[in-house]
């Protein structure tokens, strides 16, 4: 059946403005949740979506309080729970624009049966984690995506957990569409954001946060000015995986694993550097640029964007085709439906 | 019967009881598996005395038929209960046609199935009449003459509560959701409305018990008819989400056909011990409304008003079935549509300039319910207090307050459910108080013993929290009160609460197994005697 798009379109240009709430912000200043709400609020208008159409869902944690810092319908759920709320109200009303959003914790650790399931319906929800590697509402334990041997309240001998991958966690799911953003560098968000709503199915942007207070500089390795052109790689679809900053260095695959080379150097051209694909259907690559650290850049922007038919576009094509073709059209036909009779 | 279901079920039969085993299956292999022996063997004189005892050769017979018409052994043994109900027939001087019609219907497609049954059958019956011990046994079943007129059909407790469910919503207006997940005895009420899209349910089968009711009150904000069916230990799982339906105050039904427990417990047994957790099992003062079905036919008027309830009062409703109403089939009068009382759901009016998330209705204390999509309506929910106006508040006058609003508002239910009504002896010494699905022994029980004289009342309940506002008059009337429950007593202890000046005894039975009217009967007696 042909795909439709189910939320209405705004009969006006919205600015940042119009999506900006009366509530005082209460996060802590300096944190990186502030960049990730201007993201989001630069976003509402370039979806052109309807503003009372659009319905943010939070779970428990400092980032889970945006639904009270943007002008929206909003719901601040119960701690991990927010993807299966958001779940039911995009089912009950197709027609709403449904934003989910989470901490680490919140979707990985209590929340993270429903991330999984979220990603493998392919709802048309748009996820974005807010990945501070620590519980900053609770004041300081490791997180699911805590780094493995890092000193918390709750490890003060460093942790013998493995942390989760986001990345690979929507991957394995059979996620459609993954993205992973900084928080310092908003423009790259909004536009990740943008490009994320776009998508029908389950999007998660996963952003790399800074709680300030209670794991400053988790991300500082690869965010830090000094080191960031050369600890990240921002992948662009169709264009070749280049990073650094004289922009000289490059990622190709030698067989075996990703490596990160320089073009000029052994005779490398710019003809050996993988082209990204975000729509390659088989996870294999976009597994490997999602695992990157250490010696090889952390990979930023859309990771994985493939078309597959939503959950949402399936469950409303079954809907309308049963109560066109289906034997009851109302409650008296089914009651009266099967063996009955009558006592006179 | 064969061995092991005679050894089993005999002690269920009352004395002087007619008995119908299959001979053919009392092997000596079968005996010794069900557990019989040479010092017990199933039919001594004592129990030859005590109960007529049909030995027939149901099996060889069958087989013998299924032979005639080319059927093989496993088709043919497949028709034995054919033989009995033959018997049966016979028995209580029924004709067979109806059941000759619903073979045909029931295997339209199979005319060889249809043969064969309609001759085994009828085998069984023309061999009940050579049995000379038949012609003293003859029961004679009244015309059901007290049947209201009307149009019926027989109809499953958990097939009734799905069908309530989606009366309510055409009555209301509002799209159907239910998030469940499978879980014994309460999976076919998932399973009966996902047949039916084209009555617009949407019914959603969830990773587990914790998204089926979180999609469902995420369906309720945005302004779905919203339910999810459970048992026990899935309701322990939805508790915390419950809590945050009592604080959003929207409207949600959760069904919970109860069974034994606790833990896995009994998953196939009934019992009605979930009680206490419909009630209490929430951090928080959390009230939520409570009522129970008490018939398999009448889940569908208990889920069609818990429905009523949840949209017209903005509040969460559970409603407590069990294993035994849900799985139960019953005689069902189909009622119309247009009988059905009106739902009117409290909607916000779009970009109404008064809009307050908790602005309430001053008589029934309900907020408005505005949903996402609606213009000039934007606020936030959520599991955080809030103060009257929708911001959130951590005033302690302001907490005070909204406890005592969201309790309100659940006693307020009671001012629109009918009195609690007491059937039986008018000067009963003794009211036997029931709830939920255990009113038919109940009922038969106490109706038996005014019969007999005795002086003994009943009553009712359906609506748990809040109770009939004059359930206190009615218990305050007898000097002798017993309370009957399968479970330790929990609904007594909920009266005791709340009426400590009416003295009440207990009746429990936690087995996994209804009332039996023996029993009942027995301990009324005792307690009468008294």
């Known amino acids: 059946m042909a795909e439709k798009h189910f939320v209405p379109k705004a009969d006006r240009e919205y600015t940042k403005a119009d999506f900006t ?55 601040h759920s119960i701690h991990g729970r927010a993807c299966a709320i958001a779940t039911g109200v995009k089912l009950a009303n197709p027609a709403l624009s449904v934003w989910v959003s989470m901490g680490d914790g919140d979707s990985m650790a209590i929340g993270g049966n429903h991330l999984i399931h979220a990603v493998r319906r392919n709802q048309d929800l748009n996820i974005t984690i807010f990945n501070n590697e620590i519980y900053g509402l609770t004041k300081g334990q ?9 000193v918390t309240k709750t490890s003060p001998y460093g942790t013998i957990d493995y942390p989760f991958n986001p990345g690979e966690l929507v991957m394995g799911a059979q996620g459609t569409f993954y993205a992973r953003a900084l928080d310092c560098l908003p ?57 650094g900053k004289e922009k000289n260095k490059g990622l190709r695959f030698n067989g075996r694993c990703l490596e990160a080379v320089t073009i000029g150097e052994n005779g490398i051209t710019i003809d050996d550097i993988m082209i990204h694909h975000e729509d390659t259907e088989d996870t294999g690559i976009h597994m490997m640029l999602a695992r990157m650290s250490g010696d090889l850049p952390v990979a930023l922007g859309v990771i994985r964007n493939v078309k597959k038919t939503s959950y949402t576009q399936l469950y409303e094509d079954q809907m309308e085709e049963q109560m066109a073709i289906g034997k009851y059209k109302c409650m008296d036909d089914l009651l009266n439906s099967g063996d009955t009779w009558e006592v006179e | 019967m064969n061995p092991a279901s005679l050894k089993s079920n005999l002690k269920w039969a009352k004395k002087g009881a007619t008995v119908i085993v299959d001979i053919d299956t009392f092997t000596d292999e079968a005996l010794e598996k069900a557990g019989y022996n040479e010092n017990n063997h199933p039919f001594t004189d004592e129990m030859e005395r005590a109960y007529t005892i049909i030995k027939a ?118 799209r159907l959701f239910l998030g469940s997940y499978p879980i014994t ?12 899209k084209s009555l617009g349910a949407r019914v959603f089968q969830a990773e587990d018990e914790i998204a089926g009711i979180c999609s469902a009150i995420g369906a309720s904000y945005a302004g779905a008819l919203a339910c999810t069916s459970t048992s026990g230990p899935g309701l322990s799982l939805k508790s915390e989400a419950l809590g945050l339906a009592v604080m959003v105050e929207l409207p949600l039904v959760v069904v919970d056909v109860q069974r034994g427990g606790p833990s896995t417990g009994l998953p196939t047994k009934t019992e009605q011990s979930d009680l206490n957790q419909a009630l209490y099992g929430r951090n928080g003062e959390a009230p939520v409304v409570v009522m129970a079905a008490s018939s398999s036919a009448n889940c569908f008027y208990w889920a069609f008003n818990a429905a009523k309830v949840a949209l017209e009062h903005m509040t969460p409703v559970i409603l407590l079935t069990d294993g035994y109403l849900g799985n139960g089939s019953q005689l069902f009068r189909i009622p119309k549509m247009a009988d059905m009382p009106e739902i009117k759901p409290r909607l916000a009016t779009p970009n109404d300039p008064n809009y307050r998330p908790f602005r309430r209705d001053p008589v029934t204390f309900a907020r408005e319910w505005a949903l996402p999509g609606m213009e000039g309506l934007r606020h936030r929910v959520g599991g955080l207090e809030k103060c009257p106006d929708g911001p959130l508040s951590t005033d302690p006058e302001n907490h005070a307050l909204m406890v005592a609003n969201r309790q309100e508002k659940v006693n307020r239910v ?34 038996e013993m005014n019969k007999e004289g005795k002086k003994v009342a009943y009553t009712h309940f359906n609506y748990i929290c809040p109770l009939p506002k004059n359930t206190g008059d009615i218990l305050r009337k007898y000097k002798k009160i017993v309370v009957c429950e399968l479970n330790n007593g ?22 996994g197994l209804p009332f039996e009217v023996g029993e009942l009967k027995a301990e009324f007696e005792r307690l009468l005697a008294k």
């Open chain 2, 414 to 447: 009671a001012n629109y459910i009918p009195d609690q009504e007491v059937i039986g002896d008018p000067d009963a010494e003794l009211l036997v108080v029931g709830w939920g699905g255990t009113s038919g022994a109940l009922t038969l029980a106490v109706e």
């Open chain 1, 187 to 243: 423009p790259l968000t909004t536009d990740i954001m943008t490009r994320a709503a776009k998508h029908d199915g389950t999007s998660v942007v996963e952003v790399l946060q800074n709680c300030m207070i209670f794991n400053d500089k988790a991300h500082a390795a690869i965010t830090d000015r000094a080191v960031r052109d050369d600890r990240t790689i921002i992948l662009e679809d169709g264009k070749p995986m280049i990073f």
């Open chain 2, 490 to 511: 929990q609904f007594a202890g909920y009266l005791r609460t709340q009426f400590p000046e009416c003295p009440m005894t207990q009746y429990n039975k936690i087995m």
């Open chain 1, 21 to 75: 709430s009366d509530q005082m912000v209460k996060w802590c200043p300096g944190c990186g949740d502030h960049a990730i709400l201007a993201a989001l609020l630069n976003t509402f208008p370039k979806t052109n979506h309807k503003k009372e159409n659009i319905c943010m869902v939070s779970g428990i944690g400092c980032s889970s309080c945006i639904p009270y810092y943007v002008d929206t319908y909003g719901f």
């Open chain 1, 142 to 150: 490791y997180s699911p995506t805590t780094k493995f041997g890092q």
């Open chain 2, 57 to 174: 050769p149901v099996t060889s017979f069958t087989q013998r038929i299924g032979n005639e018409q080319g059927a093989d052994k496993k088709t043919a043994d497949r028709c034995r209960n054919m033989f009995a109900l033959g018997i049966i027939f016979y028995a209580t001087h029924k004709k067979l046609d109806q059941t000759f019609a619903y073979l045909e219907r029931k295997f339209a497609k199979k005319p060889d199935v249809v043969a064969l049954n309609k001759a085994v059958l009828t085998e069984g019956y023309e061999y009940a009449d050579k049995l000379e011990v038949m012609h003293s046994h003859i029961f004679e079943i009244a015309q059901a003459d007290k049947m209201e007129k009307g149009r019926y059909r027989n109809i499953t407790g958990n097939v009734a509560t799905a069908w309530g469910l989606l009366a309510a919503s055409e009555k209301s207006g509002r």
């Open chain 2, 185 to 196: 005895p309460a999976t076919d009420v998932m399973v009966e409305l996902a047949k039916h």
